[in-house]
Nanobody, 125 residues
Framework: HVQLVESGGGSVQAGGSLRLSCAASKDTDTYNCMGWFRQAPGKERRGIASIGTDGTKTYLESVKGRFTISRDDANNTLYLQMNSLKPEDTAMYYC????????????????????WGQGTQVTVS
């Protein structure tokens, strides 16, 4: 049973920073891809950042230059450093992991991911 547990969310003023963490119960280097998604009230869940086992990173355009995804496979943890936060970044943030990446599925597509955390709330005012 795979568990992903997010932490690090909270309330912050615009322009501030937060660092989200995602602790995995399974060795993170066994996942082909790990990612962060977010879902605002009334909106669909969207992928915002992903990282492959080879270190390749993909970002949603609106977070490029502000957010940085990283993974620490030695500690089975995924991170999301969020700087220059904006009110529109307010959402529930979810960690996700994919066993493999079939051809034709982009790294920020929700259907790629097999496992999900419960989410951590980020509020920017």
């Amino acid at each position: 049973h795979v568990q992903l547990v997010e932490s690090g969310g909270g309330s912050v003023q615009a322009g501030g920073s937060l660092r989200l963490s995602c602790a995995a119960s399974k060795d993170t280097d066994t996942y082909n891809c790990m990612g962060w998604f977010r879902q605002a009230p009334g909106k669909e869940r969207r992928g915002i950042a992903s990282i492959g086992t080879d270190g390749t990173k993909t970002y949603l355009e609106s977070v490029k230059g502000r957010f940085t995804i990283s993974r620490d496979d030695a500690n089975n943890t995924l991170y999301l450093q969020m700087n220059s936060l904006k009110p529109e970044d307010t959402a529930m943030y979810y960690c996700a992991a994919a066993n493999r990446r079939p051809p034709g599925i982009a790294p920020l597509e929700r259907r790629l991911y097999n496992y999900w955390g419960q989410g951590t709330q980020v509020t920017v005012s």
